[in-house]
């Protein structure tokens, strides 16, 4: 089946650590997204990607990476530079302004 | 800069009874219009969408949505509400000319027995 795969479902984080949140698809769409996810704030873009070894800075980029070396894979680094980064993560991938998105991270920094 | 509203946080119906939520947005052109739901702790599922022509726009599970032009809005609407439909809906909006979406901040549904 085609999709998009996010792993894990569940993350839990130290202060101070990075962590990668994984993001695969196999649907050969060129664009692909990071979003974050809060109560009552809805989805704020972290960073998109519109081709492979190119990506561009969404509305919240500070403290969070990326890297897009295969049309595949999206993967996200929350850095420790990210002073809040308890929260729902939910990546995507879009074609013909349309977008489908996989089930989310939930990441807890303990 | 484009935006979308969503007036209302949280929604409660009752089953059987119609349902519309509404979704207002702010963008220099007409932009193309989505609705999503979300159950909780999933990914989003794409209810509609509206591209161009027909204004009344027929989605999965029974919802539809209307395109108002002069009111700026895209409002979605079922007629008779199931207990499954209970879930968070978010409108976006994205400029037809590049990939920047936007979401608005979500109306939660509830539905009562």
């Known amino acids: 089946d085609g999709g998009i795969t996010q792993s894990p479902k569940y993350l839990f984080r130290k202060e101070g650590q990075n962590v990668t949140l994984s993001c695969e698809q196999n649907l050969n769409h060129d664009a692909m997204y990071w979003y974050r996810q809060d109560p009552g704030q809805g989805l704020r873009l972290i960073y998109y990607?519109?081709?492979?070894?190119?990506?561009q800075k969404g509305d919240i980029a500070e403290g969070y990476s990326v890297s897009r070396e295969k049309k595949e894979s999206f993967p996200l680094t929350v850095t420790s530079a990210q002073k809040n980064p308890t929260a729902f993560y939910l990546c995507a991938s879009e074609r013909g302004q349309e977008a489908f998105f996989g089930q989310g991270t939930r990441l807890t920094v303990v | 800069a484009q935006s979308v509203t969503q007036p209302d946080i949280h929604i409660t119906v009752s089953e059987g009874a119609s349902l519309e939520l509404r979704c207002n947005y702010s963008?220099?052109?007409?932009?193309?219009l989505f609705w999503y739901v979300q159950s909780p702790g999933q990914g989003l599922q794409l209810l509609l969408k509206?591209?161009?022509?027909?204004?009344l726009v027929q989605g999965i599970k029974g919802f539809e949505a209307e395109f108002k032009r002069s009111q700026s809005s895209f409002n979605l609407r079922k007629p008779s509400v199931h207990w499954s439909d209970a879930a968070e809906y978010f409108c976006a909006v994205a400029p037809w000319n590049n990939n920047d979406m936007r979401f608005g901040a979500g109306t939660r549904l509830t539905v009562k027995p």
């Open positions: 509206y591209f161009s022509g027909d204004t």
């Open positions: 990607s519109q081709i492979v070894n190119d990506f």
């Open positions: 963008y220099g052109a007409t932009p193309y």
